[in-house]
């Protein structure tokens, strides 16, 4: 009997295996049977972690590459450096030994218990104290400063630091209120920024904006209803680009405040971006602006 033979048993069975198949699917289709639901996966311990009440002065960095960066960091103060022996030796910091802070050599269960089971931590995480503050007046010979208007996301946050830095902005400014304290979500999210930018968090928006004017800064509030493109709006030698959250764009009182509102001109089918995105092309524009105004 041949493997294709119609008698063949094995070949029954698939016919009607498939017959039964089709005839589930059409019920399905009309209605007559409910679409079955596949099982949730569930992060083991996710549901049952309490994050760790951090005192003000506290902060935990995780990730190799966030961790390198706050090591090389002569501004930032290291409490503890907890790290697999794998992350360790990926490190490449030398012997724990000759380390100016403690070096505890933990499994990444240990980990897990104070981030929690969702941070991507790779084996090495940072106690540390926040990063100094720095006062706006010290920004008074930075050509390029962002301005943030209560963006909550501590990821979109992150992701601007890092066009900041790549466009040489001189910090990233934003409310107390409503916005990203320094976390280790805000670190890794900016890859390194978060050592290389000042993040300044202020009180009033309005009054700090009305300080960086009196420093000599144009300050240009990006709004999808701006009287004209961004590149048409720039003026003077020190810019300060504002940006608001997603949906609700800037505040009444910060657009009154601005010295002008502008758009970003965009030609496709979609009319806005994710914040971080804009943020990136506005500071390219102004790059392009400040380096023409200083040539």
């Known amino acids: 009997m041949s493997k294709d033979d119609p ?76 790290v697999t022996q794998n992350a360790f030796a990926r490190l490449d910091i030398g012997e724990a030994d000759s380390q100016p802070f ?4 933990v499994s990444p ?12 931590h790779q084996g090495v995480m940072l106690e ?20 943030l208007d209560q963006v909550t996301d ?3 946050v992150g992701a601007i630091m890092r066009s900041a830095v790549a466009f040489n902005a001189g910090a990233v400014i934003t409310t107390m209120r409503h916005s990203p304290t320094e976390s280790g979500v805000l670190a890794k999210s900016a890859s390194g920024a978060l050592e290389l930018i000042p993040y300044i968090q202020i009180t009033n928006l309005a009054d700090a904006l009305g300080e960086l004017h009196k420093l000599g800064f144009f300050s240009v509030g990006l709004d999808s209803e701006g ?37 970003l001109d965009m030609p496709g089918e979609i009319k806005s971006l994710n914040v971080s995105n804009a943020a990136a092309i506005a500071l390219y524009a102004t790059q392009q602006f400040l380096g023409k105004a200083s040539s």
């Open 227 to 263: 009287p004209a493109p961004i590149e048409q709006t720039f003026s003077g030698e020190k810019i300060a680009l504002v940006l608001g959250a997603e949906g609700k764009g800037l505040r009444q009182k910060t657009r009154e405040t601005v010295s002008a509102l502008a758009r």
């Open 7 to 82: 008698n063949n048993k094995s070949t029954r069975d698939t016919h009607y295996a498939n017959l039964r198949r089709a005839v589930r699917d059409a019920k399905r289709e009309r209605g007559e049977i409910p679409t079955p639901q596949q099982p949730k996966r569930r992060n083991r311990g996710a549901d049952d972690w309490k994050p760790p009440q951090l005192a003000p002065d506290q902060v935990h960095l995780y990730g190799l590459h966030t961790v390198r960066a706050a090591l090389a960091n002569p501004e930032r103060q290291i409490v503890k450096l907890s």
């Open 154 to 156: 501590p990821h979109n």
């Open 102 to 105: 403690p070096v505890e050599t």
């Open 128 to 147: 540390t104290r926040p990063l100094p503050v720095k006062r706006l007046g010290a920004l008074k010979d930075s050509p390029l400063i962002l301005v």
């Open 109 to 120: 269960q240990d980990i897990d218990r104070v981030l929690g089971p969702e941070a991507i």
